[in-house]
């Protein structure tokens, strides 16, 4: 009998840990809690069930991938097989992993071609018209100063 396929999303609940086999394969271990949610009809709101945890295992470059992009608090999308059903939690063997976009914003290698452009961008300040230095009160050319102190109360 093949291994039942399943589907999962939820957190990951604790730091993944990464080993290497003696013939140098990648390995790595984390654990998943599922929050199930079931509609309440009579309170007219969903409320969450009894949180389901995981423990899943995944291998060669997915291994490496999920050690370097998941750290605890990430909700994810898991696809793997139920390998084992022990102490209250279910064994997955991940056969495909990615981090959902419910609630937050992903970038990827190809998306994000540089460091650089993780960067916030920031508006240009706006250039400021030259203005011509304003001869001193008093001497030719300059305004009189009644101009300068209806100036300074915007005209008021």
Known sequence: MAPSVTHVSGTV?????????????????????????????????WRDLDPIPYICTAWRDLARNAAESLISGVSVLVKGRITQVKDDSV?????????????RIAYTETSLPSPIAARPTTVPPV??????????????????????????????
């Open 127 to 156: 250039p400021q018209p030259a203005t011509a230095p304003r001869p001193a009160p008093g001497r030719p050319g300059s305004p009189p100063d009644w101009w300068d102190h209806k100036r300074a109360s915007r005209w008021a």
């Open 13 to 45: 609940a604790s730091d993944v840990e990464v080993r290497f086999t003696q013939d140098g394969i990648a390995v790595c271990r984390f654990r998943l809690t599922e929050t199930p949610t079931q509609w309440d009809a009579a309170a007219q709101k």
């Open 91 to 103: 064994y997955l063997s991940v056969d495909d992993l990615g981090v959902s976009l419910r609630r």
